[in-house]
């Protein structure tokens, strides 16, 4: 395997941990996590009037929406309702019977073909076909739990923003304006997931797990309409996307820390937002000045302007550092278990991964529906360079070692491995039938090494990437 470059340019990059995957458009860069379109009323939901400006009656009834009463930092009723609607506006069949049995015997043959190239056994307990509607059910639990801290994080920002004095003087208003902030955040995640369900191609599309522990789906309707644009047998494209949702699944139902790692880095964002309440005062006059009240483009350009887009805060800088390397290993580990499994059975399977990785570099339709939650780009290098690091540890120590790292989040990869994915672990080249007490032992002795256990960004120290590393 080769390493590619990186680009000799990262001016401009959009900073989204999930560049080029559907959800590329929920994490982006300016949204829940940016606060950037809080602001952007006149252009919820389709309710754009003659002339650019709002349709009055439609904003009325959004703004009587988002004032229903509703637990938690967002309205999800109103979220999943407008997830549905946004889904519904293409055909959504629901899968045949032929599609389904296609589905669970494309998963049957995965599971069969990856056995021999890694040492983790299946993941699946059963499969689904789903159609966008059904996406959206079956991932809505893993939504919430994703994205409700960092909306908990938005809304607190924006109610401490107003002074001591101006919080003791609106009084009970307070609440109505944290309701009708849940509402509008509802409103976004709506949006951004009814996109979304149009462009997956299966429950596991971005390293991340978003359905039932051990539900394998895969939404045949959405992979009829990407095989099209490749010139490889359908059946092909079929299977070689189970196999990429049937390696992500053993990789979450055997890495038990693995769900909490990746939740965490993003909770760990949620805290850290901020807003300055004087910055923003300051902002808004300076965004101000020159406006045309006469000229609704203007006013547009203000309310998208990221008026309330808060400076990332060092921690949220390591949470997101910590998100990207971990989502751009589980993706170079399923490319390199996939290509192992593929490279004597399917001719196909390198323009599949191609295409694969190029869908990844590129973007998808839902690209420009939702602004961020995250804001940090998985540059396609790094997946490439984590396929490459998984790659040469497996040449060099066999699967079980390959595997084996995922044992506990200090044996992972840092940063630094991925800028020389070739030398991972160069000096520690091990027999690869290390039985379990072999390994036991050698993880015992990493973690009790003289340096401490290493934290994600390779440093030295005594706390892990998600606090004090346990002790063995």
């Known amino acids: 395997m080769s390493k590619e470059q990186p680009p000799a340019d990262d001016e401009g990059r959009d900073d989204n941990p999930f560049k080029g995957t559907p959800f590329e458009a929920l994490f982006g860069a300016g949204g829940l996590g940016g606060l950037g379109n809080l602001g952007n009323l006149g252009n919820l939901g389709g309710l754009g009037g003659p002339g650019g400006m709002p349709d009055l009656n439609a904003l009325l009834g959004q703004v009587q929406q988002f004032m229903q009463p509703y637990d938690g930092p967002l309205n999800w009723t109103v979220a999943l309702d407008i997830a549905r609607r946004t889904a519904a ?30 040492a983790l056994p299946s993941g699946i307990s059963s499969t689904a076909a789903w159609s966008r509607a059904e996406w959206i059910v079956g991932t809505a ?52 997931i009814g996109a979304l369900a149009g462009d997956v191609l299966s429950v596991s599309d971005a390293g991340l797990a978003l359905g039932a522990s051990g539900r394998a789906a895969l939404l045949p309707t959405a992979i009829e309409a990407f095989a099209k644009g490749l010139d490889v047998p359908y059946d092909d494209v079929l299977l070689y996307l189970a196999l990429r949702e049937a390696a992500h699944q053993r990789l979450f139902a055997h890495v038990p820390w693995l769900r909490e790692h990746l939740v965490g880095a993003v909770t760990d964002y949620g805290r850290g937002i901020t807003i300055n309440a004087e910055a923003m005062q300051q902002r808004l006059e300076e965004q101000m000045r020159g406006i045309d009240p006469t000229d609704p483009a203007a006013i547009q350009r203000l309310m998208e302007g990221g008026l309330f887009d808060p400076p990332r805060t060092p921690a949220q800088d390591a949470a997101l550092q910590r998100l990207e390397i971990v989502l751009a290993l589980v993706e170079g ?55 490459t690091l998984w790659g040469s540890l497996r040449t060099r120590q066999g699967v079980e070692a390959r595997d084996g790292v995922w044992t506990h989040p200090d044996l992972l990869p840092s940063a630094a491995d991925l800028d020389d994915p070739l030398g991972f672990r160069e000096g520690a080249d091990a027999p690869a039938d290390l039985d379990d007490a072999a390994f036991d032992a050698e993880l015992a002795a990493l973690l009790d090494g003289e340096d401490g256990p290493r934290t994600q960004d390779g440093q030295g120290g005594q706390d892990g990437p998600d606090g004090p590393a346990p002790t063995p």
């Open 89 to 118: 506006q293409t055909p959504d069949p629901t899968p045949t019977q032929r599609q389904q049995d296609a589905v669970a015997d494309a998963l049957r043959l995965a599971d069969h073909w990856l056995d021999p190239v890694t």
């Open 141 to 192: 639990d893993a939504w919430k739990v994703l994205v409700e801290p960092i909306a908990q994080s938005s809304v607190d920002a924006l109610g401490g923003a107003l002074p001591p004095e101006a919080r003791a003087a609106v009084g009970p208003l307070i609440g109505m304006m944290t309701q009708a902030i849940g509402g509008m955040l509802a409103h976004q995640v709506g949006q951004g």
């Open 333 to 387: 580990w399923v490319d390199e278990v996939v290509g192992q499994a593929t490279a004597d059975r399917m001719p196909t399977a390198a323009r599949l991964q191609e295409a694969i990785r190029r869908r990844r570099a590129a973007g998808g339709p839902a690209e420009a529906t939702f602004s961020a939650l995250v804001g940090l780009e998985l540059r396609p290098r790094r997946l490439r360079d984590a396929s």
